[in-house]
């Protein structure tokens, strides 16, 4: 029989993920640097969660439409066997759901957070200060800044119902960007201060709704708002109540439309606490009546940021961080009356936008110090000789793995952006020194071996 090759398979990845190429993993690392640093300077302490979440820590907390961004993992072996055929006959999803996936991959860093509280409450001290940095996942449409797969850096206090880590978690935003030189406008609202609108408007039955259009309107526009919350069945009435007070941008205007003692006048007087703690020291912060951060689990304070579109005209991206307060998440886990509040950083979109705006400091890119190159075989295992001891004193070191034409290995030195080439032959061997290149400069001089060391030093 003649042999039939098999069809090319081209090779791919998941839509919304993305590879990384080793220049990209350095800028990368640089912004989970900077935020890692500033989270230990403000006394958070690193924890890890696995990967798969049991479907039942993770559903009913993000709301339906954040249910319905999860990915579920099928259960082990014949994943059908279990299932009802009534229910696969009538193709209906949410039944056959419960008896063919029981793991789901966490959808945030928070959710996973609370349930790790819970478990291990006797092993940490409340307040309890941590931060993660890890992956989550989202079935979300892909498109600019959004992704299935991305890391989220987050940081969260637990046990404590006290405003001064609102206030904290605002100055780490604030150092993070300052850090990265991007310029960014943080927004604060508190979910007391829509939940009095929902009083106002008659809308307290019908809060999730509200908070999930309101959450759109900077993405659809006020009227396309509108039109959401009328398709949702909600009363015109109300609906024109809710627009009206959204037109307060002020919030001191918003004291005189709520009731002393009311909910509504409780979230005012949060946003006013935080900002006494900052004391202006934060100048980008801004009080947005239009946040609603629509996840169910927030019950406070709420932040968001977005890149300074004042800075960088026309550029446009989505939020680039958000969080909030939650007063009871804990509790759907049986540990009741447990306040937390945190904040996350979207890594990715970070990325986009300093990629994108030329942000990276230049420095980041050099992924070694030196590079030797030699002329023959005996050159060689002294350059390797050379490349260890460089190494051993901190200095990252390559060899070129074989001695062929200098043209082929000064070209492999320029990709890969190599600030310093040693050239060692023969001659250089026998007086034990190497030609030592400047790749930025261009000069080019005689090195000894004991002063490559501290010529490298002092180059870095």
Same mark, same amino acid.
């Given at each position: 029989?003649?042999?039939?090759?098999?069809?090319?398979?081209?090779?791919?990845?998941?839509?919304?993920?993305?590879?990384?190429?080793?220049?990209?993993?350095?800028?990368?690392?640089?912004?989970?640097?900077?935020?890692?640093?500033?989270?230990?300077?403000?006394?958070?302490?690193?924890?890890?969660?696995?990967?798969?979440?049991?479907?039942?820590?993770?559903?009913?907390?993000?709301?339906?439409?954040?249910?319905?961004?999860?990915?579920?993992?099928?259960?082990?072996?014949?994943?059908?066997?279990?299932?009802?055929?009534?229910?696969?006959?009538?193709?209906?999803?949410?039944?056959?759901?419960?008896?063919?996936?029981?793991?789901?991959?966490?959808?945030?860093?928070?959710?996973?957070?609370?349930?790790?509280?819970?478990?291990?409450?006797?092993?940490?001290?409340?307040?309890?200060?941590?931060?993660?940095?890890?992956?989550?996942?989202?079935?979300?449409?892909?498109?600019?800044?959004?992704?299935?797969?991305?890391?989220?850096?987050?940081?969260?206090?637990?046990?404590?119902?006290?405003?001064?880590?609102?206030?904290?978690?605002?100055?780490?935003?604030?150092?993070?960007?300052?850090?990265?030189?991007?310029?960014?406008?943080?927004?604060?609202?508190?979910?007391?201060?829509?939940?009095?609108?929902?009083?106002?408007?008659?809308?307290?039955?019908?809060?999730?709704?509200?908070?999930?259009?309101?959450?759109?309107?900077?993405?659809?526009?006020?009227?396309?708002?509108?039109?959401?919350?009328?398709?949702?069945?909600?009363?015109?009435?109300?609906?024109?109540?809710?627009?009206?007070?959204?037109?307060?941008?002020?919030?001191?205007?918003?004291?005189?439309?709520?009731?002393?003692?009311?909910?509504?006048?409780? #979230?005012?007087?949060?946003?006013? *606490? $935080? !900002?006494?703690? &900052?004391?202006?020291?934060?100048?980008?912060?801004?009080? /947005? @009546?239009?946040?609603?951060?629509?996840?169910?689990?927030?019950?406070?304070?709420?932040?968001?940021?977005?890149?300074?579109?004042?800075?960088?005209?026309?550029?446009?991206?989505?939020?680039?961080?958000?969080?909030?307060?939650?007063?009871?998440?804990?509790?759907?886990?049986?540990?009741?009356?447990?306040?937390?509040?945190?904040?996350?950083? #979207?890594?990715?979109?970070?990325? *986009? $936008? !300093?990629?994108? &705006?030329?942000?990276?400091?230049?420095?980041?890119?050099? /992924? @070694?110090?030196?590079?030797?190159?030699?002329?023959?075989?005996?050159?060689?295992?002294?350059?390797?000789?050379?490349?260890?001891?460089?190494?051993?004193?901190?200095?990252?070191?390559?060899?070129?793995?074989?001695?062929?034409?200098?043209?082929?290995?000064?070209?492999?030195?320029?990709?890969?952006?190599?600030?310093?080439?040693?050239?060692? #032959?023969?001659?250089?061997?026998?007086?034990?020194?190497?030609? &030592?290149?400047?790749?930025?400069?261009?000069?080019?001089?005689?090195?000894?071996?004991?002063?490559?060391?501290?010529?490298?030093?002092?180059?870095?």
């Amino acid at each position: 029989m003649p042999n039939i090759e098999k069809p090319f398979m081209k090779p791919s990845i998941p839509k919304g993920t993305r590879d990384f190429l080793p220049h990209q993993i350095s800028k990368r690392k640089h912004i989970f640097k900077i935020i890692e640093e500033t989270f230990t300077t403000f006394g958070y302490l690193p924890i890890e969660t696995p990967t798969l979440e049991n479907l039942s820590t993770l559903l009913g907390k993000y709301g339906d439409e954040g249910d319905k961004l999860i990915f579920k993992v099928l259960n082990n072996g014949d994943f059908l066997s279990d299932s009802n055929a009534q229910d696969l006959m009538e193709k209906n999803s949410q039944k056959i759901l419960s008896s063919i996936s029981k793991r789901g991959l966490r959808y945030d860093l928070t959710v996973p957070f609370a349930r790790f509280v819970v478990m291990h409450q006797n092993e940490i001290s409340f307040p309890f200060k941590r931060y993660q940095i890890q992956t989550v996942w989202r079935a979300d449409r892909p498109q600019r800044g959004r992704y299935q797969e991305f890391y989220q850096c987050d940081a969260d206090v637990v046990g404590s119902s006290s405003l001064m880590y609102e206030a904290e978690l605002v100055q780490i935003y604030a150092s993070v960007f300052h850090k990265l030189n991007l310029k960014t406008k943080i927004y604060i609202n508190n979910r007391k201060i829509l939940f009095g609108i929902a009083e106002l408007a008659q809308l307290t039955e019908n809060f999730v709704e509200m908070t999930v259009s309101i959450d759109k309107l900077d993405k659809i526009g006020i009227e396309n708002v509108r039109l959401e919350m009328l398709e949702k069945g909600l009363p015109e009435s109300s609906v024109d109540k809710v627009l009206e007070c959204l037109k307060c941008k002020n919030i001191a205007d918003l004291e005189a439309i709520f009731e002393e003692g009311s909910v509504g006048a409780h #979230g005012v007087r949060e946003v006013l *606490d $935080v !900002m006494e703690y &900052l004391d202006n020291g934060v100048p980008n912060l801004e009080f /947005d @009546i239009t946040l609603a951060r629509g996840l169910n689990y927030y019950t406070g304070c709420i932040f968001e940021v977005k890149v300074d579109e004042d800075a960088y005209p026309g550029f446009k991206m989505g939020s680039i961080g958000g969080g909030g307060r939650y007063d009871d998440l804990t509790g759907v886990f049986g540990l009741k009356n447990v306040s937390g509040v945190g904040v996350s950083f #979207g890594a990715e979109r970070i990325y *986009d $936008v !300093m990629d994108e &705006l030329n942000l990276f400091p230049t420095d980041i890119q050099k /992924d @070694i110090d030196i590079l030797f190159i030699a002329l023959d075989e005996n050159s060689h295992k002294k350059a390797f000789s050379e490349v260890t001891k460089l190494r051993n004193t901190g200095i990252a070191a390559d060899i070129y793995p074989e001695p062929t034409k200098l043209k082929k290995q000064m070209s492999y030195a320029n990709a890969r952006n190599v600030p310093y080439v040693a050239i060692i #032959g023969e001659s250089e061997c026998e007086r034990n020194v190497v030609s &030592l290149k400047d790749m930025v400069s261009g000069a080019q001089d005689e090195v000894s071996m004991e002063d490559l060391v501290n010529k490298i030093s002092i180059g870095s």
